[in-house]
């Protein structure tokens, strides 16, 4: 069994910041990419950003500038941290791994989101 759990999310005003966690637990034998994606209440669900095993990192050009990707291997985690957040981030935030558990078949795992709301 392999768990992806977010944390960090809350309410924040506008042009503040926020640091969500995904912490991935379980018989894992390795982690491939790592991913963050937002949906919007009535909008599609959308990639926020990516990090590979190796630190290779990709973003949503939209959001380039403001938020950034990263992990921490050895406690099998991953970080967006978001500054200068606008009304218009408000969304569920997901974390989303591709995983091999100890059969080595990789799958990839979501966790149960976390909110983010900007408001003032």
């Known amino acids: 069994q392999v768990h992806l759990v977010e944390s960090g999310g809350g309410l924040v005003q506008p042009g503040g910041s926020l640091r969500l966690s995904c912490a991935a637990s379980?018989?894992?034998?390795?982690?491939?990419?790592m991913r963050w994606y937002r949906q919007a209440p009535g909008k599609q669900r959308e990639l926020v950003a990516a990090i590979t095993s190796g630190g290779g990192t990709n973003y949503a050009d939209s959001l380039k500038g403001r938020f950034t990707i990263s992990r921490d291997n050895a406690k099998n985690t991953a970080y967006l941290q978001m500054n200068s957040l606008k009304p218009e981030d408000t969304a569920v935030y997901y974390c989303?791994?591709?995983?091999?558990?100890?059969?080595?078949?990789?799958?990839?795992?979501w966790g149960q989101g976390t909110q983010v709301t900007v408001s003032s």
């Open positions: 379980g018989s894992i034998f390795s982690i491939n990419a």
């Open positions: 989303n791994a591709d995983i091999r558990g100890r059969s080595r078949q990789e799958f990839a795992y």
